[in-house]
């Protein structure tokens, strides 16, 4: 397989992984739920009105503010907000959709 996927070939403990999770009837790729508190509206939702209300605001001051990780806040802000750095200047069709 070195030969044929050269630097892009899977590693064998990889492969070996999930040859024994498929023996085991697992079918799905993705993987399985984490451990761990699920982010709910309203933690979006409080993060999104502090930022709203300061844009200068950072991760770790809305991590301190509400009592959670800078991870956390880090995850909501680029996964579930989808916030976008743009000028509203040079594309405020995008702006616009984006909101």
Same mark, same amino acid.
């Given at each position: 397989? %070195?030969?044929?996927?050269?630097? *892009? @070939?899977?590693?064998?403990? #990889?492969? +070996?992984r999930w040859c024994q999770r498929? &023996?085991?009837?697992?079918?799905? +790729? =993705?993987?399985?739920p984490r451990p761990g508190q699920?982010?709910? #509206?309203? $933690?979006?939702?409080?993060?999104? &009105?502090?930022?709203? *209300?300061?844009?200068? /605001?950072?991760?770790? !001051?809305?991590?301190? &503010?509400? #009592?959670?990780? =800078? !991870? $956390?806040?880090?995850?909501? /802000?680029? %996964? =579930?907000?989808?916030?976008?750095? @743009?000028?509203? #200047?040079?594309c405020p069709g995008i702006c *616009?959709?984006?909101?």
């Open positions: 397989m %070195k030969e044929v996927y050269g630097e *892009q @070939c899977f590693v064998r403990c #990889s492969i +070996i498929y &023996e085991a009837g697992r079918v799905n +790729i =993705k993987d399985l699920e982010t709910n #509206s309203a $933690t979006i939702s409080a993060v999104d &009105e502090l930022i709203r *209300q300061n844009r200068r /605001i950072t991760t770790r !001051g809305i991590a301190a &503010e509400l #009592s959670m990780s =800078k !991870g $956390t806040v880090h995850h909501i /802000i680029h %996964k =579930k907000l989808v916030t976008a750095n @743009c000028v509203h #200047s040079v *616009q959709r984006i909101r």
